[in-house]
């Protein structure tokens, strides 16, 4: 059964990398979190690495932008690795055609449809109505706030002509400041339930956790997975996926599930341990908020 801390600082001597999920755990979507940050400085000034692990649909370069407009400093990561990274470079390789019906925010999004220099022969998409498409490309709703109901019509169509969805986030919901909001996680999943087929690369799908090694690696680091905990709010996307790859966790309780946990600055014990055993989850550790 999980442990519950008071800060990282008890147990951060026993890994030498992070990943860190962002929404919940270091901002807010409007701002950062100051213990969460000053946490990670101090990680990092005792000589940890910290990977920022994202369900982002942005290319890292996007996120880092993002962060900077939420005050969240460079000095509190090395690198970031972003369910969209991985999941761009799949569409670049055809996983759901040439011609995309494109679900999200385009100002928003845009980044997603750059180019990769990294890949040879990549295909040239082309977004297109969904009437015309070969398959769906969601980086997120196009109404964040209307229930992903609302796109049943256009997703049973997109299933009899045996379109593929690729999921750029699998986050079902996010907190933007006191508003939740839908994410394509609740699309991707509506889609599946209807019987179409959904492609997943973002958390706790094992594409973007070998992303992360691979920007380890990129920093000339060899890291085993033993000493490496996986930080995050969401029991679905972050506990989930570090369980598969068999990554010790922190669970940060006073995000996504405050209410269930009852977390004002620590979670009610038992309230915790009822919310995650309904869940069937089991994180290493939790703790109230990054700190």
């Not at 709703?141 to 750029?168: E, I, Q, S, V, W």
């Not at 996504?256 to 309904?278: C, F, G, H, I, N």
Request: proline share 6%; net charge negative; charged share 25%.
């Amino acid at each position: 059964m999980t442990q519950i801390i008071n800060t990282l600082s008890e147990i951060s001597d026993r890994y030498d990398a992070l990943f860190v999920d962002l929404w919940g755990c270091m901002h807010n979507g409007i701002q950062g979190f100051p213990s969460a940050i000053k946490a990670m400085q101090e990680y990092r000034e005792r000589g940890g690495i910290v990977v920022l692990l994202t369900n982002s649909p942005k290319p890292r370069a996007g996120v880092a932008v993002q962060l900077e407009e939420f005050g969240v400093p460079k000095d509190t990561y090395d690198t970031i690795a972003t369910s969209g990274d991985s999941a761009r470079s799949a569409m670049l390789r055809g996983a759901v055609g040439q011609k995309v019906y494109f679900m999200g925010d385009w100002q928003r999004d845009e980044g997603f449809f750059e180019p990769l220099s990294l890949l040879e022969n990549p295909v040239n998409i082309e977004r297109v109505p969904l009437a015309q498409a070969d398959g769906i490309v969601c980086c997120g709703p196009n109404d964040p706030l209307a229930h992903p109901d609302t796109n049943r019509a256009d997703f049973l169509y997109a299933k009899t002509k045996g379109m593929k969805l690729l999921c750029a986030n699998p986050d079902i919901e996010v907190d933007r400041g006191e508003v939740r909001e839908w994410c394509a996680g609740a699309l991707a999943k509506l889609y599946a339930e209807m019987g179409g087929e959904s492609l997943y690369f973002g958390k706790p799908h094992p594409p973007i956790y070998d992303l992360a090694r691979r920007r380890l690696q990129s920093l000339e680091l060899d890291i085993p997975d033993r000493r490496i905990l996986a930080i995050g709010d969401g029991v679905l996307t972050d506990i989930k996926g570090a369980m598969g790859e068999d990554i010790d966790s922190l669970f940060i309780s006073g995000g996504l599930a405050a209410s269930e946990t009852k977390t004002s600055v620590q979670p009610d014990e038992t309230s915790l341990r009822a919310y995650l055993k309904k869940e069937k989850s089991n994180p290493t550790f939790t703790i109230g908020h990054l700190r």
